[in-house]
Antibody, heavy 122, light 107 residues
Framework: QVQLVQSGAEVKKPGASVKLSCKTSGYTFTSYYLHWVRQAPGQGLEWMGTINPNDGNTKYEQKFQGRVTMSRDTSTTTIYMELSSLRSDDTAVYYC???????????????WGQGTRVTVSS | DIQMTQSPSSLSASVGDTVTITCRASQDVKHWLAWYQQEPGKVPKLLISGASTLHSGVPSRFSGSGSGTDFTLTINSLQPEDFATYYCQQADSLPVTFGQGTRVDMK
């Protein structure tokens, strides 16, 4: 079955960088866009950006431009998200998620990785 | 960017009630609207795509309607496992945007 398995929790100091991974399996890696979504404690879902695993092209939410880098490794069917210059308000659970489409042709986010908790604290 | 506004932000209901959540887009997203359910501490789960297409395995008490800018998620005969937070999401254009969420809790 399709699975997205994310790396473990991270604790970082302000100003540091964090690089998260999302290992995919159960489908053709290059056939589906993958996205990153984060959720701060008690808050809603916030889209960060997307990567095309086929060619590595990315598109980022404007507020993260200059701080985020998404990449992929086709040999391990894994994507990565690096966020730099961390601040306390970057404390959140970070999810990778596949952009899927069903027989109806509609796009949706499914499945989701299990999430990676990132804590930014001095 | 397309802004998604849900209402209400929270509601209290009882088992067996019918619950309606509204999502409004700041511009036309046609039918490119999905709904997700998130229980506390859990990963969001897809309920509906294309504004009204129920995802596989989702109980039929969930239904979605609407197009353009106004959408509705209805839960008929609310069950104990339905107490959660619900998000709408537009998939019409980047950046992807979510509503702020509607928390459904027990009255």
């Amino acid at each position: 079955q399709v699975q997205l398995v994310q790396s473990g929790a991270e604790v970082k100091k302000p100003g540091a960088s964090v690089k998260l991974s999302c290992k995919t399996s159960g489908y053709t890696f290059t056939s589906y866009y993958l996205h990153w979504v984060r959720q701060a404690p008690g808050q809603g879902l916030e889209w960060m950006g997307t990567i095309n695993p086929n060619d590595g092209n990315t598109k980022y939410e404007q507020k993260f431009q200059g701080r985020v880098t998404m990449s992929r490794d086709t040999s391990t069917t894994t994507i990565y998200m690096e966020l730099s210059s961390l601040r306390s308000d970057d404390t959140a659970v970070y999810y990778c998620v596949r952009l899927s489409t069903g027989r109806s042709g509609w796009y949706y986010f499914d499945p989701w990785g299990q999430g990676t908790r990132v804590t930014v604290s001095s | 960017d397309i802004q998604m506004t849900q209402s209400p932000s929270s509601l209290s209901a009882s088992v067996g009630d019918t619950v309606t959540i509204t999502c409004r887009a700041s511009q036309d997203v046609k039918h490119w609207l999905a709904w997700y359910q998130q229980e506390p501490g859990k990963v969001p789960k897809l309920l509906i795509s294309g504004a009204s297409t129920l995802h596989s395995g989702v109980p039929s008490r969930f239904s979605g309607s609407g197009s353009g800018t106004d959408f509705t998620l209805t839960i008929n005969s609310l069950q104990p496992e339905d107490f959660a937070t619900y998000y709408c999401q537009q998939a019409d254009s980047l950046p992807v945007t979510f509503g702020q969420g509607t928390r459904v809790d027990m009255k």
